[in-house]
């Protein structure tokens, strides 16, 4: 019986180590499952970021692409659009009329010293003032320089616009350019004839209305351009009294002045009213009376050339 016993505690030991041994092998395996399921999960996690980011440089690249693509097509069209509008400011100004004007906003600022001395015409041993001053709105208070940079900044755009290429002596106040410089600049320029643009001033307040100074025919300078000078003058007062309504105090003849006397094109000097008169000092500086003004000058150029 001690021998019986023995046996079945062998085979209960056996079993038992059996059963030890199975279960330290299945959770092996389970463990080693285990890690290989882990192992696997990351793996596949890895491929799957991976595969995001290869499906995500693509995608970058095609955006950066489109990008790309629409800031040249932007470019393009503002290169188109920018062209297109070229052309139509080219068309508007393509009805060119072959004429050229130059015009002369009368003096400077106050500050541009011009009193230094030049012949008053050339060759000539009389000398003047490089340029002077101006007179001032006894009224408005606006100075000379400034309303006849203003009239002449607007006709020079008029003019512009009904098909004249403009020459400017000068387009603000702090160009020192002297009488007989602007003369020869006109010229140089191509201008064909030169309009100078001026007011007038009066110890007698109650003096007003336009008036035009051109040369004689005795001029012993430009009296080869005295006929010219003279219909240039006359048309350009008459056009301009006739849009404003100021009263036309005529031609006058200078020979006296060096920015006529130095010009080799028709010439003339539109007093445009008497800054020094309350009338003609507001009106000049209503913005509805400028237009006019602006638009009589143009008139009576359009008439010279004979539109
Ligand atoms: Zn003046």
Same mark, same amino acid.
């Given at each position: 019986?001690?021998?019986?016993?023995?046996?079945?505690?062998?085979?209960?030991?056996?079993?038992?180590?059996?059963?030890v041994a199975g279960i330290c092998v299945v959770?092996?395996?389970?463990?080693?499952?285990?890690?290989?399921?882990?192992?696997?999960? /990351?793996?596949?996690?890895?491929?799957k970021e991976s595969e995001q980011q290869t499906q995500q440089q693509p995608e970058t690249e095609t955006?950066?692409?489109?990008?790309?693509?629409?800031?040249?097509?932007?470019?393009?069209?503002?290169? /188109?659009?920018?062209?297109?509008?070229?052309?139509? /400011?080219?068309?508007?100004?393509?009805v060119e009329n072959g004429h050229v004007v130059a015009i002369d906003p009368g003096h400077q600022?106050?500050?541009?010293?011009?009193?230094?001395?030049?012949?008053?015409?050339?060759?000539?041993?009389?000398?003047?003032?490089?340029?002077?001053?101006?007179?001032?709105?006894?009224?408005?208070?606006?100075? /000379?320089?400034q309303l006849n940079l203003d009239?002449?900044?607007?006709?020079?755009?008029?003019?512009?616009?009904?098909?004249?290429?403009?020459?400017?002596?000068?387009?603000?106040?702090?160009?020192?350019?002297?009488?007989?410089?602007?003369?020869?600049?006109?010229?140089?320029?191509?201008?064909?004839?030169?309009?100078?643009?001026?007011a007038n001033g009066s110890d007698d307040g109650s003096v007003n209305g336009a008036l035009g100074m051109t040369p004689s025919y005795d001029n012993a300078y430009v009296a080869?351009?005295?006929?010219?000078?003279?219909?240039?003058?006359?048309?350009?007062?008459?056009?301009?009294c006739e849009k404003t309504g100021f009263a036309n105090l005529g031609i006058q003849y200078h020979d006296d002045m060096t920015g006529i006397n130095w010009s080799k094109i028709p010439v003339m000097i539109l007093e445009m009213g008497f800054m020094t008169n309350e009338h003609d000092d507001t009106a000049m500086q209503d913005a509805e009376m400028q237009i006019n003004m602006v638009n009589g000058i143009a008139d009576g150029i359009d008439q010279y050339f004979g539109r």
């Open positions: 019986m001690k021998q019986t016993k023995g046996k079945w505690f062998l085979l209960v030991l056996l079993l038992c180590m059996a059963v959770s092996t395996v389970k463990v080693k499952k285990k890690e290989q399921t882990v192992a696997a999960l /990351e793996s596949e996690v890895q491929k955006q950066i692409q489109t990008e790309a693509k629409t800031e040249v097509q932007t470019e393009t069209q503002t290169e /188109e659009i920018s062209e297109t509008t070229t052309e139509t /400011e080219t068309e508007s100004r393509t600022g106050s500050w541009v010293d011009m009193s230094a001395q030049e012949p008053s015409a050339p060759g000539s041993a009389e000398t003047k003032a490089k340029a002077t001053t101006g007179t001032q709105g006894r009224y408005t208070g606006v100075p /000379e320089y009239i002449s900044l607007a006709l020079q755009k008029e003019l512009e616009n009904r098909g004249y290429r403009v020459v400017m002596t000068r387009t603000d106040n702090d160009t020192a350019i002297s009488n007989a410089e602007r003369a020869l600049k006109a010229y140089d320029e191509g201008g064909e004839i030169y309009v100078r643009i001026h080869d351009l005295a006929e010219d000078s003279y219909r240039l003058t006359e048309c350009i007062l008459n056009a301009y």
